[in-house]
C-alpha cells in the first residue's frame, strides 16, 4: 500500500528566514502531487501540483515555490518567509482515477 | 472557473441522530466527487467518493448522493456517534490529466453525548 510522508511536524521561523518542507510518497510511481496550504479554521487552498518530475504548475502567485527533484519527493521552499506563510501546509498525492491521499502535514509558524 | 459551495458551516447533532451536509458545484464537466474527515491537527482522509455514473454509494453509516442535472451531492451520515466529531470537507474534479480537486469550505460537525 502507499503511504505518505511530511516533515518537519511543526516548524517555527522568523520572518526573512528561509523555508524548504519536504514531501516522499512510497509504495507507488508516477503519481501526481500536490501542495495546500490551510488556515486556522479555513478550508484548503492548492498552491501547486505537479505531474511529473520537473513538472510544476502553480495556483497562486505568492512567495514560495515548489520542486520535484525524483518522481517521489515533492518540496516547497520559500527564500525569505512572510508573516502570512504562516498556516498549516498539506501534501497530497493521487494515482488517477480516484481521491487525493494526504499527508499529516506540517504547522509552520512565522514569527 | 469552477466553484463548491458547502451547507452547513456548522452542524451540531445529538448522539444518534443522522447528520447531512451539502454541496453545490458550478462546473458540469465534474464526475468525481469525493468527501474528507478532517480532525484536528491531522490531514483530511478520504472517507467516501461517487462518481457520475452512480446516484447513490453507501459504506456502513456513510451515504453520499449525487443529483447531476442540479449539480448537487450531498454526504449522510447515520447513528452519530462522539468520534464523528470532525470537520468534512466535499470536493469535485474534472478528472483531467491533474486530477485537481475543488473544495467546498468545510463544514464543522459536533455529535453530542
Known amino acids: 500500500s502507499q503511504t505518505i510522508h511530511q516533515w518537519p511536524a511543526t516548524l517555527v521561523q522568523p520572518v526573512g528566514s528561509p523555508l524548504s518542507l519536504e514531501c516522499t510518497v512510497e509504495?507507488?510511481?508516477?503519481?501526481?502531487l500536490y501542495w495546500y496550504r490551510q488556515a486556522a479554521g479555513r478550508g484548503l487552498q492548492l498552491l501547486f501540483y505537479?505531474?511529473?518530475?520537473?513538472?510544476i504548475s502553480s495556483e497562486v502567485p505568492q512567495n514560495l515555490s515548489a520542486s520535484r527533484p525524483q518522481d517521489r519527493q515533492f518540496i516547497l521552499s520559500s527564500k525569505k518567509l512572510l508573516l502570512s506563510d504562516s498556516g498549516f501546509y498539506l501534501c497530497?498525492?493521487?494515482?488517477?482515477?480516484?481521491?487525493?491521499?494526504f499527508g499529516p502535514g506540517t504547522r509552520l509558524l512565522v514569527l | 472557473g469552477e466553484n463548491v459551495e458547502q451547507h452547513p458551516s456548522t452542524l451540531s447533532v445529538q448522539e444518534g441522530d443522522s447528520a447531512v451536509i451539502k454541496c453545490t458545484y458550478s462546473?458540469?464537466?465534474?464526475?468525481?466527487f469525493p468527501w474528507y474527515k478532517q480532525e484536528l491537527g491531522k490531514g483530511p482522509q478520504l472517507i467516501i467518493d461517487?462518481?457520475?455514473?452512480?446516484g447513490e454509494k453507501k459504506d456502513q453509516r456513510i451515504a453520499v448522493t449525487l443529483n447531476k442535472t442540479a449539480k448537487h451531492f450531498s454526504l449522510h451520515i447515520t447513528e452519530t456517534q462522539p468520534e464523528d466529531s470532525a470537520v468534512y470537507f466535499c470536493?469535485?474534479?474534472?478528472?483531467?490529466?491533474?486530477?485537481?480537486?475543488?473544495f467546498g469550505s468545510g463544514t464543522r460537525l459536533l455529535v453530542r453525548p
Open positions: 461517487i462518481r457520475s455514473n452512480v
Open positions: 497530497a498525492f493521487s494515482l488517477g482515477e480516484g481521491g487525493q491521499y
Open positions: 509504495g507507488t510511481s508516477n503519481p501526481n
Open positions: 470536493a469535485a474534479s474534472r478528472m483531467d490529466s491533474s486530477y485537481k480537486l475543488i
Open positions: 462546473d458540469s464537466a465534474s464526475n468525481y
Open positions: 505537479s505531474v511529473g518530475i520537473g513538472q
